[in-house]
């Protein structure tokens, strides 16, 4: 059994069961009970219920993680989300500060709130900075059996080689920290690390996404593992994005391709 069902405070509205999409729950006479059905500790039934009467066992040492929140009052308006993605842009060119650990430890609040296929909650990050160089060579012995059809992976190659050659580096630019995300699946990955991104530039940090860094995970996946001995290794690293303290200050928007949707 999953939950703590307080009977006292349950008024048996049976809201809890028609959430749970695995029914587990289901009125029986003047009060809820568990079926034994395959509950993955969503706590939609935990979040639904008017008379606080539902626990999760598992995060039963987590009262801390509880708020209550008024589902009326949406904390910020459609204006201002859209203003925030306006002004969203790559960032490529950093000042010397680094992220503070504060500041990680904030970008990796906003993932603990992300959704995960069947609940796995399998994201985790690493950040990448005393380890960076040898990250790099790690990644490029991988990935340079595309550097014919990729042009800029020969120039990284040749920066390894020669960085004294070179203004920046070509994959990071100025950037000195990156943040890796794992995950089994690769979609709940993305989408907290997307998170991520955003709650970053709440921060005033900035940073862009690394496609070719990222190819060392799609090119030889069990190689790039061998990196992170202490990472499981049937994780994929989903996304790769460079962090930093923003150099540029971007002024205005610029026109994009127009957006192509349709109903079906
Ligand atoms: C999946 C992904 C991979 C990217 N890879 C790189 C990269 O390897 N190097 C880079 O400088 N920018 C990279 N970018 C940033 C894009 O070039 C950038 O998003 C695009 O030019 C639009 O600019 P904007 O983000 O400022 O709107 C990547 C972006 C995404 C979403």
């Not at 209550?68 to 969203?88: T, V, W």
């Not at 500041?103 to 985790?124: H, I, R």
């Not at 994780?235 to 192509?260: A, C, D, E, Q, Y």
């Amino acid at each position: 059994m999953h939950l703590l069902l307080n009977s006292i405070k349950c008024s048996a509205c049976g809201k809890c069961a028609s959430v749970c999409i695995r029914d587990n729950l289901k009125l029986v006479g003047d009060h809820i009970e568990e079926t034994g059905g395959n509950c993955f500790d969503c706590g939609q039934c935990m979040a639904v219920c008017k008379e606080d009467a539902i626990r999760l066992k598992v995060y039963e040492n987590q009262e801390d993680r509880i708020e209550d929140y008024n589902p009326k009052e949406i904390p910020f308006s459609y204006d201002e989300y859209i203003q925030f993605l306006k002004q969203r842009r790559s960032c490529r060119w950093f000042t010397r500060k680094e992220v503070s650990k504060e500041e990680y430890k904030k970008l990796f609040e906003a993932a603990y709130y992300s959704p995960s296929a069947q609940n796995m909650q399998d994201v985790e990050f690493l950040v990448v900075k005393d380890n960076l160089q040898e990250f790099l060579e790690h990644v490029y012995s991988i990935i340079k059996v595309e550097e014919d059809e990729f042009p800029r992976i020969a120039q990284f190659g040749d920066y390894l080689k020669h960085p004294d050659n070179y203004k920046n580096n070509p994959f990071l630019w100025e950037g000195k920290e990156l943040i890796l995300t794992f995950s089994n699946n690769i979609m709940d990955g993305i989408i907290a690390s997307t998170r991520v991104e955003l709650a970053a530039y709440t921060l005033g940090l900035g940073g862009f996404y690394s496609l070719f860094l990222s190819k060392a995970d799609s090119i030889d996946h069990d190689k790039l593992m061998e990196f992170f001995p202490q990472i499981d290794s049937g994780k994929h690293m989903s996304s790769v994005f460079v962090i930093g303290h923003p150099r540029t200050r971007f002024l205005r928007t610029i026109p994009h391709k127009k957006i192509r949707f349709d109903y079906y």
